[in-house]
């Protein structure tokens, strides 16, 4: 499983990014889907998830301000993001977990300026 994470950038406070992660094969029997991040320093994060039967996790700092989407037929699972704050300036990395393998796409920089 090959995943190809899009969409990072550079964004203003207050603004909105959208990743996308897709994914070499069908997502159908994934497990489940998410986006980490890691900030310079720092451990490696859960920000998001999305189980195969559509139970979302959040961490605490980015409910209500981040959500998980999942399109099977795109082969895609994305991560929109709104109200960003300088504070989610990352590194952000797609997840997905098959038959108890993890398989990680490359990371790609989000970086919120105040």
């Known amino acids: 499983v090959q995943l190809q994470a899009s969409g990072g950038g550079l964004v203003q406070a207050g603004g909105s990014l959208r990743l996308s992660c897709a994914a070499s094969?069908?997502?159908?029997?994934?497990?489940?889907m998410g986006w980490y991040r890691q900030a310079p320093g720092q451990q490696r994060e859960l920000v998001a998830s999305v189980t195969s039967g559509g139970s979302t996790n959040f961490a605490d700092s980015v409910k209500g301000r981040f959500t998980i989407f999942r399109d099977n037929a795109k082969r895609t699972f994305d991560l929109q993001m709104n109200s960003l704050k300088p504070e989610d300036t990352a590194v952000y990395f797609c997840?997905?977990?098959?038959?108890?393998?993890?398989?990680w796409g490359q990371g790609t920089q989000v970086t919120v300026s105040s």
């Open positions: 997840n997905a977990v098959l038959a108890d393998f993890d398989y």
């Open positions: 094969r069908s997502i159908f029997s994934f497990n489940r």
